[in-house]
């Protein structure tokens, strides 16, 4: 191959350029052309990246295809017109208001919201962490808990076992910590230690400026916890990105238990009077944006330790 020290033909000033010369020199260029084209593709062996081609963001179709069902399944309900509401009704009588505007009268659905026993990771008061709470945080592998509190010297009671999961294959209370940290679209980085996310999540879960849940009321200490483990990681200051990469994110669970019974008409009540509807609960629509949730009477048993009627509204239009 011909260079800029080694020309095509070697001539010399004053000699005549002939046809004959001229297109031997085009062809010669030609060649040359060719020549180079052929060395530089040999010489190529894989465009930078070529193996990730099939892959976005180091994902592939599959994953990616997953991630956005995910997240379309996760805010969905926002886009329908679907709320999930927490409320409190301290007494016989209380009624509780909702701004939903929601911009219609929506269909409105009650749960009511259970206690139930939890170890707490942190003492609550100075005498024990045993508690029954609404609302709990806990890890996988916390099926189930011992009672922190000793039995009496001299006599035979056992610490109680609370059980948080179920041990055989029926479904159990809980939601993915991603998923409510999703619908309460708290914004988070890889380096923020989990201690400080929890709080946030907390605040978050009883702020009246949720898109997807709320606007709830405020709930007290005493009613949402968090497991054992969940404070130990605190305490060491894990970050998000460490549990991630150790693997322990999806293990990281929500806990509610809401309940809701079909009150049958009373065939039995005085000159066969049939009761059609629940005596406890009044739902009020008010108007297009606001309704009210009002306490009536007592059930006949209120298995809460405090006063209060915990409550889960489900608003759909």
Same mark, same amino acid.
């Given at each position: ?25 085009? %062809? =010669? *260029? ?7 084209? +052929?060395? $530089?593709?040999? &010489?190529?062996?894989?465009? /930078? ?97 011992? %009672? =922190? *509190? ?7 009671? +056992?610490? $109680?076992?609370? &059980?948080?999961?179920?041990? /055989? ?149």
């Amino acid at each position: 191959m011909a260079t800029a020290q080694d020309p095509y033909v070697n001539t010399q000033p004053g000699d005549l350029i002939t046809a004959q010369l001229f297109n031997g020199l085009q %062809s =010669t *260029i030609r060649q040359d052309i060719a020549e180079q084209i +052929k060395e $530089a593709l040999d &010489e190529l062996n894989t465009v /930078d990246n070529a193996e990730d081609s099939a892959k976005l963001g180091g994902k592939t179709l599959e994953e990616v295809e997953k991630e956005i069902l995910d997240k379309a399944q996760t805010f969905l309900p926002s886009r329908t017109g679907y709320k999930m509401i927490f409320k409190r009704l301290r007494k016989i009588g209380d009624e509780g208001y909702i701004k939903h505007d929601l911009h219609a009268c929506p269909l409105v659905d009650i749960y009511q919201l259970d206690y139930f026993d939890v170890v707490c990771g942190a003492p609550r008061d100075k005498d024990e962490a045993d508690g029954k709470v609404n609302f709990f945080l806990f890890q996988s592998g916390e099926r189930t808990m011992k %009672s =922190t *509190i000793i039995p009496t010297p001299g006599t035979s009671a +056992k610490r $109680a076992t609370f &059980e948080i999961q179920k041990t /055989d294959k029926t479904p159990s209370f809980k939601i993915p910590f991603q998923t409510m940290i999703d619908l309460l679209e708290i914004p988070y980085d890889p380096d923020q230690n989990l201690g400080d996310l929890v709080d946030d999540f907390w605040e978050k879960l009883f702020s009246t400026e949720n898109a997807h849940i709320g606007p709830n009321d405020t709930f007290g200490q005493d009613q949402y916890c968090n497991s054992p483990w969940f404070e130990q990681c605190c305490g060491e200051k894990r970050t998000v990105g460490q549990l991630k990469r150790g693997g322990d994110w999806p293990n990281l669970f929500f806990q509610m238990r809401p309940r809701k019974t079909v009150n049958l008409p009373d065939f039995g009540s005085p000159l066969n009077i049939v009761v059609g509807a629940p005596p406890h609960i009044q739902v009020t629509q008010y108007d297009f944006d606001n309704l009210g949730i009002k306490w009536l009477a007592p059930p006949p048993q209120l298995p809460d330790p405090s006063p209060e009627l915990k409550l889960m509204v489900l608003l759909k239009v």
